[in-house]
DNA sequence: CTAGGACCTCTAGCGGCTAGAGGAGCAAGA
DNA sequence: TCTTGCTCCTCTAGCCGCTAGAGGTCCTAG
């Protein structure tokens, strides 16, 4: 990122925070952890941050929504650095994520159906023949696939 | 727990552990919590679990399995301790739960649609058009959904 | 010139475990 | 009997991805 051409429209980290959406703290941790730059710092000891910081948080913070853990994201924001490389890698990451995304759908979308199996057999009966419990008890009962 | 006709068979944390499932460690860390009481020791200090304990242990494994919180869990547990009570409150524990993994699923969902866009608009190009890349760093051109 | 914000660093905490150190007990074979 | 090797014990620290708080500095508006 930080093009050339862009203007350096430095801004105080807050500024930075409310343009990107990630919370203040967090743009410090992730400068930590080494997922952003040491910024350039004022006369007064203040983070400046530039239009390529704001856009590599906001990249960073998008990827985050969508579930990418850091290691992806930091794989992701190399690749991006360098624009002459085969977006295969970019894809790779995506394609693993998916992947997760889609066994998960699966397992969250067979307990939704345990539960409604749960809360239907418990419709106003007394918790001596309730089923939410009887089905977290016995195991037996219960058609959820283990990970 | 600890039905009173049930048969004493005192077992080693270990045993207790490969019968329920939960990892020996945890089932210390659960004695910790608060989540499970302290057993009773041999002479050597082992804990020794009998049937009741098992059966709260494979009910929380399940409760776990199923994505439930702590704080569910307790409360499901509790309930499960006075069978005299309605089962209401189990049903509203189960009922949140469910509206929570249901809204997962949609939030995954169209996570899922968008990760197959941008791999989709990935396919042997070169990074500089990469829609992966592109994706991430322009919130605009996004159609995912802020939690 | 002062009040109140925004910023700084540093440390500790969250949930829900997991890993490791360093030691004690216990069962079975030589 | 001794020894090997397994399980168990306690205790502390670490994991991720932040978040919260203390205690201080800087900057800006009135």
Redesign the pocket.
């Given at each position: 990122m930080r093009t050339v051409s862009e203007p350096r429209s430095d801004v105080?980290?807050?500024?930075a925070?409310r343009v990107s959406g990630v919370?203040?703290?967090?743009i410090?941790?992730?400068e930590q952890i080494g997922l952003l730059p040491a910024p350039p710092?004022?006369?007064?000891?203040?983070?400046t941050y530039d239009a390529g910081d704001i856009a590599r948080l906001t990249f960073i913070r998008h990827a985050?929504d969508l579930g990418f853990?850091?290691?992806g994201i930091r794989t992701l924001l190399a690749l991006q650095a360098d624009p002459t490389q085969s977006c295969a890698a970019a894809d790779s990451v995506a394609r693993a994520h998916l992947a997760e995304v889609e066994q998960r759908i699966a397992a969250l979308t067979a307990l939704k159906a345990e539960l409604e199996r749960m809360i239907e057999g418990c419709r106003h009966g007394r918790l001596a023949e309730c089923k939410v419990i009887e089905v977290l008890a016995d195991h037996g009962k219960c058609t959820h696939d283990h990970h």
């Open positions: 105080s980290i807050g500024e925070a919370k203040v703290p967090t410090r941790y992730y710092r004022t006369e007064g000891n203040r983070r985050r853990e850091m290691d």
